[in-house]
C-alpha cells in the first residue's frame, strides 16, 4: 500500500512531463507551472486536490524525539476522548499555553465526535490508537491488526470533520512490523513513549510528578490518559509540571514525524 499511494504523485510528474510541462523547480505542482504569471485565472475544476487529502507515507520507524528541539517535550495523551477528562485536560494545556498529541481510540472519537473537533481546534495533533485497544494485537492476524488500524483512522478522520491522525500509538505499545507498515503507509509515524508516568494506576500526584522529573533524561516523550477512569490525578500533575518544565527551559512541541 505504501508504494501504490507514495506512487501517485510520481504518476502526476511522470505525467506532466509527458505532456511537456516544464517543472521549474522541484515541489513545484504541475498546476504552478502551468499557470503563467500573465493567464487567466483557471477553472477553479482544474486545480490539484487540497493538499490536506494527500496521504503521504512516513517512515516506519517508532519515533520518540521532539520537533521543539534537544531541550523538547512531547505531552502524549492517551485512550481518551472522554467527556469528564479530556475537557479538564484542555483548560490546562490551555492555561500553559501547550500543545500536545492526542492518541484517540477509535470508539472513543466516534462517540464523542465534539470533543475531538475541540482537541483540534485547541491546536493539538491527533494520533490513531486503534479502534478496540486490544494490547494483544501484535498477537493477532495481519488482517484483524490492518482493520484496527485503518478503521480507527476513519473513525478519527470523520469525527474531526476531516482532519486526520498523524501518528499510529499500539495499545500497550504492541507494534509489529506489519502494523508500523500499515500506519506509516498512511501518513502516520508509529510512536513511542519514553517516560510512562503510569497515571492510569493512580499512584498520586507527586508521584506521577516524581516519575517524570527523574525519567525525562530518558527520553522527550511524556505519556498520560485522559479517559479510563478518574484522572484527576493525571491533570493535577499536569497542572504542576506544565510550569515547571518550562521554567526549566524545555519547550513543548510534536514528535517528529
Ligand atoms: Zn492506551
Known amino acids: 500500500m505504501a508504494r501504490h499511494s507514495g506512487g501517485r ?10 505532456l511537456g510541462v516544464t517543472v521549474l523547480a522541484a515541489g513545484a505542482s504541475v498546476w504552478t507551472a502551468q499557470a503563467g504569471p500573465t493567464s487567466d485565472a483557471p477553472p477553479k475544476a482544474s ?10 507515507p512516513v517512515s516506519v520507524t517508532i519515533v520518540h524525539a521532539s ?28 492555561e500553559y499555553g501547550v500543545k500536545a498529541t492526542f492518541c484517540m481510540v477509535g470508539t472513543q472519537a466516534q462517540a464523542h465526535p465534539d470533543l475531538v473537533k475541540k482537541v483540534v481546534a485547541a491546536g493539538h495533533r491527533l494520533c490513531n490508537h486503534s479502534v478496540s485497544h486490544d494490547t494483544a494485537m501484535d498477537k493477532a492476524s495481519q488482517a484483524y491488526q490492518k482493520q484496527q488500524i485503518l478503521d480507527a483512522e476513519r473513525m478519527i478522520t470523520k469525527a474531526s470533520g476531516g482532519v486526520r491522525p498523524v501518528y499510529y500509538r499500539a495499545p500497550g505499545g504492541a507494534f509489529t512490523p506489519y502494523s508500523r507498515e500499515v500506519a506509516a503507509s498512511r501518513g502516520m509515524r508509529p510512536l513511542g513513549w519514553n517516560v510512562d508516568t503510569k497515571d492510569f494506576e493512580r499512584p ?10 527523574r525519567e525525562l ?14 484522572r484527576s490525578q493525571t491533570v493535577q500533575a499536569l497542572r504542576r509540571l506544565l510550569p515547571e518544565l518550562k521554567e526549566q527551559g524545555y519547550a513543548y512541541g510534536y514528535p517528529v514525524r
Open 9 to 18: 504523485s510520481w504518476y502526476g510528474k511522470l505525467v506532466g512531463a509527458a
Open 204 to 213: 498520586g500526584t507527586d508521584a506521577i510528578v516524581a516519575t517524570v522529573e
Open 67 to 94: 520537533d521543539a528541539g534537544p531541550r523538547g517535550v512531547n505531552i502524549t495523551i492517551d485512550d481518551g476522548p472522554d467527556p469528564i477528562w479530556t475537557p479538564r485536560v484542555l483548560d490546562v494545556l490551555k
Open 47 to 56: 486545480k490539484p486536490a487540497a493538499p490536506r487529502s494527500v496521504v503521504k
Open 217 to 230: 533524561p530518558n527520553g522527550p516523550t511524556l505519556l498520560f490518559h485522559d479517559a479510563g477512569g478518574d
